[in-house]
């Protein structure tokens, strides 16, 4: 009786090892334009993101590089914390510095650990702090099921997401930052003399890749956010639960065929194209805006704000309802800010000649920030100027700027 019991109970403990090895394994394959799934295989199930945690860490960097906050250039402190977090690390010492482009690159090749806390710390005074702003920038763009513990992804019992909410992570990194996106790719990343290799093995064996990242602790398996652009398409993959990085890898590189197969034979469909950044967070620090330009996050009340507008083209033509508009830079002098947008405006015409310029200024921690913007779009010209502004180099942000708006007359 006491063997068929213990027999009864070594199964139900092997049963459940099983299942807990199975329910980690996830999948989602997207269409980038159109946020279209393509795969999915327990996507909405929560699993240990491991790594992929670096994703928000890296965004919420980006954001405050955008704001002003900090610039490349920027050298770091590494606090105590910071020099004792685990492997993989780059072997930081308590005291020393480290530059922002130094950081986020380790971030992206090596997932340094002691790294992330260099940035979380930076950002938000606190590792456990800047969590709170990870998660809540989680919720503002729509990863309904994540939150976030820490800045490295090391392990947390409480530190969930899923793969559908990873690949939402992706698509708004993609979207919100093709500046620092291209950052993704780097292969090789030398510091102090030391060359540390991507982690991502796919940007070397399947055609078409470009970022995003790898992750890995013991209780999530081999994870991986995947970006592969071809032809003009671009599919984001996810897979959580890999049981070893090349086995990952083949899988997910399986999944992306499949992908690329499907859009072939179905063709575009009509799905919305990605909504724009919603404005972000403030961020600790007492950090000093870079000079020349600096790209300004949307604030949430645009109404609310002075606006010294400039009229280009025909006063008659009425503005779409609601309206829509691009900005293309922010600057400290009105007369750069002016150029900018008049510069955009002629690079397409097709698009942009019945467009106003509108210079709008806000008060910065070192005077007036004057923001470059275009407006009487549709959101769909919006869309399409910005994409060809950005294939030219040119920095460019949807906005949504509603009905009020002040023009010259």
Not at 105 to 120: C, E, R, Y
Not at 156 to 181: C, E, G, V
Not at 372 to 385: D, N, P
Not at 394 to 405: A, E, F, M, N, S
Request: with cysteine; proline share 5%.
């Amino acid at each position: 009786m006491l063997r068929a019991a213990a027999g009864v109970l070594i199964f139900a403990l092997a049963l459940s090892v099983a299942t807990a090895a199975q329910a980690r394994y996830a999948s989602i394959v997207i269409d980038y334009d159109t946020g279209r799934v393509l795969h999915e295989s327990n996507a909405d199930t929560r699993n240990y993101p491991a790594s992929l945690a670096k994703m928000m860490t890296l965004y919420l960097a980006f954001e405050a590089l955008e704001r002003g906050d900090i610039t490349l250039d920027r050298k770091l402190k590494v606090s105590r914390r910071a020099a004792g977090m685990p492997a993989a690390k780059l072997g930081l010492k308590r005291g020393e510095t480290i530059t922002v482009e130094n950081a986020i690159l380790a971030l992206i090749t090596k997932s340094a650990n002691d790294a992330a806390v260099v940035v979380a710390e930076a950002l938000g005074g606190k590792e456990t702090k800047f969590a709170h702003m990870m998660t809540r920038k989680a919720k503002a763009l729509g990863m309904k099921r994540t939150q976030f513990r820490n800045a490295s992804g090391l392990p947390n019992r409480r530190q969930l997401s899923t793969a559908r909410d990873m690949a939402t992570l992706a698509r708004a990194l993609i979207r919100d930052f093709p500046k620092y996106y291209k950052l993704f790719s780097t292969r090789e990343f030398v510091y102090k003399g030391r060359r540390h290799r991507n982690h991502n093995r796919l940007l070397r064996k399947y055609a078409g890749a470009d970022g995003i990242k790898t992750g890995y602790i013991r209780a999530s398996g081999f994870n991986l956010a995947a970006s592969v652009s071809r032809n003009g398409r671009r599919l984001i993959a996810v897979v959580f639960g890999g049981k070893t990085p090349r086995s990952r890898d083949r899988h997910i590189a399986k999944l992306l065929d499949r992908g690329f197969a499907k859009l072939a034979s179905t063709g575009p469909d009509k799905i919305p194209p990605p909504p724009p950044r919603k404005p972000s967070f403030a961020l600790a620090g007492n950090f000093m805006p870079a000079t020349g330009i600096t790209p300004v996050a949307t604030p949430k009340r645009p109404a609310a704000r002075k606006a010294v507008p400039v009229e280009v083209g025909s006063a008659e033509k009425p503005i779409p309802d609601p309206s829509w508009a691009i900005q293309v830079g922010a600057y400290y002098r009105y007369k750069p800010a002016k150029r900018a947008a008049v510069s955009a405006a002629k690079r397409f015409p097709d698009l942009l000649e019945d467009t106003r310029v509108m210079i709008t200024h806000v008060k910065g921690r070192r005077g007036r920030i004057y923001r470059s913007r275009l407006v009487g779009l549709t959101e769909a010209k919006a869309r399409t100027a910005c994409r060809r502004l950005e294939k030219a180099k040119v920095d460019c942000l949807v906005i949504r700027v509603g009905r009020k708006i002040a023009l010259a007359s």
